[in-house]
């Protein structure tokens, strides 16, 4: 599940990111209400933790813009305005939820799986291809019926590559990003030693072999039977 994260003070946003990587989000995280907009309205989230006061555009005239653009996705503001005038603003510009600082990390996290599992109408709560199962709600995979178990990151590459695998190859640049949340660089293989990792996993001793490198792109997701 993809975060946007909308939060200008420095500290709290690194440990807001730190904190939902942690629990296996993929985590996005943007200072200023306009780069906010910007990704909300040009990117894929299932939801978007919102501060108000924020340099540029406040939180309010950021939610005004998501939800002026059609976007549905669940906000929850994190802020530390407390009066109750605040928090009803907040919900009739639609927000769906409400939460003042400080705060306990616990029940945010509480708070953000409630709100995906309401926006899930629509969003699957497992994912699969072949047969092979990524529980959303539950954080678990299973092939063929076993269970394997993943670390955070391995979680969130085979979630990604599950998510785009119309036979799409999806390039290290955008894994290195999506999953790393940091920029390509060529001198490492980071990339390719967790692929190999995620692919001993889920491909050996299976078949079909569903994890594929495509030389010179990247990797792709798709089910073929060996020769």
Known sequence: MRILVVEDERKAGDYL???????????????????????????AYDLVILDVMLPGLDGWDVLRAIRGTGHTMPVLFLTARAQVDDRVKGLELGADDYLVKPYAFSELLARV???????????????????IELDLLHRRVT?????????????ALLELLLRRHHHEVLPRSLIASQVWDMNFD?????????????????DDGFEPKLIHTVRGMGYVLEARESA
């Open 17 to 43: 990111k730190q904190g939902l990587t942690e629990a296996s989000f993929l985590v996005d995280l943007a200072r200023t209400g306009v780069d906010g907009v910007h990704l909300a309205t040009t990117e």
């Open 143 to 155: 092939r063929c019926g076993k269970r394997i178990d993943l670390t955070a990151k391995e979680f």
């Open 113 to 131: 799986r409630t709100l995906l599992r309401r926006g899930r109408t629509i969003e699957p709560e497992v994912l699969r291809t072949a047969d």
């Open 186 to 202: 060529s001198d490492t293989n980071v990339i390719d030693v967790a692929v190999r990792r995620l692919r001993a996993k889920i």
